[in-house]
């Protein structure tokens, strides 16, 4: 497998990218590694990176990206923050990744079972955690319908609104990003990974 240089990202198309993330998926569904010296590319990235996608998903110690999707180093920009939610720092993350880098695709990933979005379902607050998880709210609000307590399948569909609200506001929110798209320059889809099986679904958004 090798490692991407500046003219392997030019030449990787928005569709590319996503092909090269489920056939990486699929090779870790399958136990199957990618042939790559990790060491190599620590080697050949130490003067540059020209990663050809960006993921944010949560901070869930079962969603490690890079893994799920089998790449290897100086591949993908792995953002990671609880309930895989959008806030400025991370548009500033991706409008880096794909206008000044040049990465092709961006995936925000929920994932099924996720802490946060049951925290969050579950009126959770504590310090520095509660505004956080505010970022989720509207998502619960539209499938709880005034309800207080929700059911592990109603807590599953929060799980993937949340996923769909975050693309709504990447498109809202970063001129750039949504700039970008409208050219057909990049990607963005969502997707959910399920913790049970190791695959990930790439949403219709």
Do not use: W
């Not at 990933?109 to 946060?116: D, E, I, K, V």
Request: proline letters at 3%.
């Amino acid at each position: 497998m090798r490692t991407l240089t500046k003219e392997l990202q030019a030449n990787i198309t928005p569709k590319d990218a996503h092909k090269i993330l489920v056939e990486g998926n699929n090779r870790f569904i399958q136990n199957l590694k990618a042939n790559r010296n990790l060491k190599a590319q620590v080697l050949a990235t130490s003067e540059g990176q020209f990663p050809f996608a960006v993921i944010l998903s949560c901070i869930d110690s079962r969603v490690p990206a890079e893994l799920v999707f089998d790449q290897g180093i100086g591949d993908v920009f792995s953002v990671r923050v609880a309930g895989n939610v959008i806030n400025e720092d991370v548009l500033g993350s991706m409008e880096y990744a794909c206008k000044v880098a040049g990465s092709k695709i961006v995936v925000v990933m929920g994932h099924s079972n996720c802490g946060a979005v049951t925290a969050a379902c579950n009126h959770y607050e504590l310090g520095n955690i509660t505004p956080l998880l505010s970022k989720i709210k509207p998502s619960v609000l539209e499938v709880s319908k005034g309800k207080e307590k929700l059911s592990s399948a109603e807590i599953e569909e929060v799980s993937h609104l949340n996923v769909t609200h975050a693309i709504e506001r990447i498109r809202e929110e970063s001129p750039i990003l949504a700039e970008l798209e409208t050219k057909g320059a990049i990607e963005i889809v969502g997707a959910m990974y399920s913790v049970e099986t190791g695959k990930v679904t790439f949403l219709n958004n």
